[in-house]
C-alpha cells in the first residue's frame, strides 16, 4: 500500500524525476588523489629514457599496466610511455618500433596531479585531455600513479556504499 503522501501522477501532466545525476554526485565528493593512493600504494613503475621501447612493454606486459613513468638518472619524471604512445609509433614505423629507445616515443612534460587535488577536478583533466594515466607529484618527488580505471572503482565502491546506506535507512 502506498503512503498517504503519495499523489499518482494525473494523465498528460509532465512527470520530473529528481534523482541524482552522476555529475551532480561527483561534485559532492570531497574524495582526493589521496584517498585512492591509500588504498592501492604509491607503487609507480618507471623506465630510463634510454630504454628501449620492448623494454618498457615487457615491464607493462609484467605488471598488467598501461603506462609506465620515465625518469633520468636523477630520478627525476621527465615523460610517460602509455600503450597509446607505442600503438602510434607501431602504426608510423611498422616493425622497428621496439628497438627505438623511449625517449623518442614517450609524451615529455606529462600532466600530472597532487595528493589534494579533489577527483573530479582530476578527473575532469583527464577526460578533457584524453589519457588514462596520470602522475602524482608529492613534495616534488614522484608520490604516485593514478588511473581512470582506480576512479571508476573507487567511485564504483562509494555508490555501492551510498545504496547500502539508503537501503538500511529505508528497511530500518
Keep these: 500500500m502506498a503512503p498517504a503522501s503519495y499523489q499518482p501522477p494525473v494523465k498528460g501532466e509532465e512527470t520530473r524525476s529528481s534523482s541524482q545525476s552522476a555529475e551532480s554526485a561527483l561534485l559532492k565528493s570531497t574524495a582526493t588523489v589521496k584517498t585512492i593512493l591509500e588504498e592501492k600504494g604509491r607503487n609507480v613503475f618507471a623506465v630510463h629514457p634510454k630504454d628501449t621501447i620492448a623494454t618498457a612493454t615487457l615491464l607493462m606486459k609484467e605488471k598488467g599496466i598501461g603506462a609506465v613513468v620515465v625518469k ?93 546506506r539508503m537501503k538500511q535507512m529505508i528497511v530500518g
Excluded: N, W
Design 72 to 164: 633520468d638518472g636523477a630520478g627525476v619524471l621527465v615523460g610517460i610511455l602509455s600503450e597509446r604512445d607505442i600503438v602510434r609509433q607501431l602504426a608510423d614505423t611498422p616493425g622497428q618500433t621496439l628497438d627505438q629507445i623511449v625517449e623518442t616515443v614517450m609524451t615529455k612534460e606529462p600532466v600530472t596531479c597532487t595528493p589534494d587535488e579533489r577527483l573530479v577536478e582530476m578527473m575532469k583533466r583527464m577526460t578533457e585531455g584524453r589519457f588514462r594515466h596520470l602522475p602524482v607529484l608529492d613534495g616534488g618527488g614522484l608520490g604516485g600513479m593514478i588511473t581512470i580505471g582506480d576512479v571508476v572503482s573507487y567511485r564504483l565502491r562509494e555508490l555501492e556504499y551510498e545504496a547500502l
